[in-house]
Structure formats: structure tokens, C-alpha cells
């Protein structure tokens, strides 16, 4: 699966990079990006969870 994360809708809370730091990191804007052009198996869960939690719902799963 592919994520990415809408820097439209990013407030920087962190959560995403503080539960799945191994697909999330901060950007150049200082917004959370996706380090990864698909996300490993073992971590879709976790990023499915980090997209459920994020307040502005700014991460978008693509299957």
C-alpha cells in the first residue's frame, strides 16, 4: 500500500512520526511527509492506525 500525508491538512502534532517512525519523518516544512513509495508489510497496520488517529486526517492510504 502507499501512503502520503497532505501538507494542506498537517498541523505537525508528531503522532505519526512518534508511532511509525520508520514510514513518517518531518519535512522540510516542518510538516510530517511519507519516507516510503510503499509501505512495508509488517507496517500497513501501524500506518492504517497513525491515518485513524491523525486529528485533521491529513494521512491518505491508497491500497
Known amino acids: 500500500m ?4 497532505d501538507q494542506e491538512l498537517c498541523i505537525a502534532c508528531g503522532l505519526c ?5 520508520e514510514v513518517f ?7 510530517s ?5 510503499m509501505v512495508p508489510g509488517e507496517l500497513e497496520q501501524a500506518v492504517r492506525e497513525a491515518a ?10 491508497e491500497e
Do not use: L, Q, S, Y
Open 33 to 37: 511527509v511519507a519516507k516510503v513509495d
Open 52 to 61: 485513524a488517529d491523525c486529528p485533521t486526517e491529513a494521512i491518505m492510504v
Open 2 to 5: 502507499k501512503v502520503r500525508v
Open 17 to 21: 512520526i512518534d508511532n511509525v517512525p
Open 25 to 31: 519523518e518531518w519535512g522540510a516544512e516542518g510538516t
